[in-house]
């Protein structure tokens, strides 16, 4: 346990990666750890529900673009949420960092690189990755040490799981040989209906066609997150839902999600 890199990745938008980035760090800082969040997608959508702006102040794009000139990280670029809980937010300036790391040597690593200065101040370091498999997804590959991959209903089919699990692969045999997939996360689930159970079969039959196909495991987390109005109501008022209310399905579903985590350890 202890100065762990996850990179919250799904190609899928909506799939719940920044509500899980956000709530999976809250409850892990709760309970005691010194978790970082960083978020790593140019629409800032971790930034704002955190209740900050994704204005032109210091970020994630300035550690990239220091990093790719082999400057140190600027405390000041990182965001003191609560005593355990630290944020370093982005903007849309990331989308031209993306651009200019066509040119750069060793393009994939330079997240890796930047964040070796700070590893060392934290138990958790979770980065909310955007929707694709572009070269900012690859260098979270790169930079973690492990994998969640959050999966919605709507988003089950083995191609999409597939085409996330030969990026992964690559980045396994070429970059980052240790990263390791800590499972899939069921999330926006409506338990009740059929439907979902469908669902959940089908997820279980991609898991098994990946190990199968790819010879990675990969196992379906045994917490789930149910669907609430109430994660899109705690998004507005810029809170954790943990938070906003703290006694909601999605609340506990989170902090049972993190116990899953640290017993993983
Ligand atoms: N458990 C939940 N119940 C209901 N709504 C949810 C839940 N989790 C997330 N949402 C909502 O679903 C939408 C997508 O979630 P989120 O932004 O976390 O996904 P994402 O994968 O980060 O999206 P993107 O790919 O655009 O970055 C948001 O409006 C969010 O408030
Ligand atoms: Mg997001």
Same mark, same amino acid.
């Given at each position: 346990m202890g100065n762990k890199v996850?990179?919250?990745?799904?190609?899928?938008?909506?799939?719940?990666?920044?509500?899980?980035?956000l709530n999976l760090g809250y409850a892990l800082a709760q309970m005691g750890s010194k978790v970082l969040l960083i978020d790593?997608?140019?629409?800032?959508?971790?930034?704002?529900?955190?209740?900050?702006?994704?204005?032109?102040?210091p970020? $994630?794009?300035? +550690?990239?673009?220091?990093?790719?000139? !082999?400057?140190?990280?600027?405390?000041?670029?990182? &965001?003191?949420?609560n005593e355990n809980l630290h944020l370093i937010p982005a903007n849309l300036q990331l989308a031209g960092i993306e651009m200019t790391l066509v040119n750069v040597m060793c393009k994939e690593?330079?997240?890796k690189s930047a964040i070796e200065f700070i590893k060392e101040d934290y138990d958790y370091i979770l980065i909310d990755c955007s929707p694709s498999l572009g070269t900012l997804t690859i260098n979270?590959?790169?930079?973690?040490?492990?994998?969640?991959?959050?999966?919605?209903?709507?988003?089950?089919?083995?191609?999409?799981?597939?085409?996330?699990?030969?990026?992964?692969?690559?980045?396994?045999?070429?970059?980052?040989?240790?990263?390791? $997939?800590?499972? +899939?996360?069921?999330?926006?689930?409506? !338990?009740?209906?059929?439907?979902?159970?469908?669902? &959940?079969?089908?997820v279980?039959?991609?898991a098994d066609y990946i190990k199968d196909k790819f010879n990675l495991d990969m196992k379906i987390f045994d917490s789930k997150i149910p669907v609430s109005v109430k994660a899109g109501e705690a998004i507005l008022n810029?809170?954790?839902?943990?938070?906003?209310?703290?006694?909601?399905?999605?609340?506990?579903?989170?902090?049972?999600?993190?116990?899953?985590l640290i017993l993983n350890d």
């Amino acid at each position: 346990m202890g100065n762990k890199v996850t990179a919250i990745v799904n190609q899928k938008g909506g799939v719940g990666k920044t509500t899980t980035t956000l709530n999976l760090g809250y409850a892990l800082a709760q309970m005691g750890s010194k978790v970082l969040l960083i978020d790593f997608d140019p629409q800032g959508s971790l930034t704002v529900s955190l209740g900050y702006k994704a204005d032109n102040k210091p970020g $994630i794009q300035t +550690i990239m673009s220091d990093a790719i000139e !082999e400057k140190e990280i600027e405390k000041d670029c990182i &965001i003191q949420v609560n005593e355990n809980l630290h944020l370093i937010p982005a903007n849309l300036q990331l989308a031209g960092i993306e651009m200019t790391l066509v040119n750069v040597m060793c393009k994939e690593q330079i997240l890796k690189s930047a964040i070796e200065f700070i590893k060392e101040d934290y138990d958790y370091i979770l980065i909310d990755c955007s929707p694709s498999l572009g070269t900012l997804t690859i260098n979270a590959l790169a930079a973690c040490d492990s994998i969640i991959i959050p999966v919605t209903p709507e988003f089950l089919s083995a191609k999409g799981l597939g085409d996330l699990t030969a990026t992964i692969k690559k980045t396994k045999k070429r970059i980052n040989p240790t990263i390791k $997939i800590e499972g +899939i996360l069921m999330t926006m689930l409506n !338990e009740r209906t059929n439907l979902s159970k469908e669902m &959940i079969k089908t997820v279980n039959e991609s898991a098994d066609y990946i190990k199968d196909k790819f010879n990675l495991d990969m196992k379906i987390f045994d917490s789930k997150i149910p669907v609430s109005v109430k994660a899109g109501e705690a998004i507005l008022n810029r809170k954790s839902i943990i938070e906003y209310d703290p006694k909601n399905k999605v609340s506990e579903a989170y902090q049972r999600f993190a116990k899953e985590l640290i017993l993983n350890d």
